[in-house]
């Protein structure tokens, strides 16, 4: 059954913004980490952000300086806020939540294009 339910995917122009969210359930929310993969057209999987239950983060290269990660305990949601997005930035992007295992999001497509 669905754990994780991401929104806020769409398309927007080149130096537009986005906020994505993803709220899971609380049983596997509470005290893990979360995070963003995303997956482009032709291109691999890649770890776009992560933040532990301490609220440490982590961007891949590509995306720093640009992307902010961050959870809402109280509400069971973490939240990628992306700013200045680039054609590069078009993937569908997939939240998860580690336990002793991962729980993944369906996933929700970002498209960046003029």
């Known amino acids: 059954q669905v754990q994780l339910v991401e929104s806020g995917g769409g398309l927007v122009q080149p130096g537009g913004s986005l906020r994505l969210s993803c709220a899971a359930s609380?049983?596997?929310?509470?005290?893990?980490?979360m995070g963003w993969y995303r997956q482009g057209p032709g291109k691999q999987r890649e770890l776009v952000a992560a933040?532990?239950?301490?609220?440490?983060?982590t961007y891949a290269d590509s995306v720093k300086g640009r992307f902010t990660i961050s959870r809402d305990n109280a509400k069971n949601t973490v939240y990628l806020q992306m700013n200045s997005l680039k054609p590069e930035d078009t993937a569908v992007y997939y939240c998860y939540v580690r336990t002793n295992r991962f729980y993944w999001g369906e996933g929700t497509l970002v498209t960046v294009s003029s």
């Open positions: 609380r049983t596997i929310f509470s005290g893990n980490a």
């Open positions: 933040i532990t239950s301490g609220g440490t983060t």
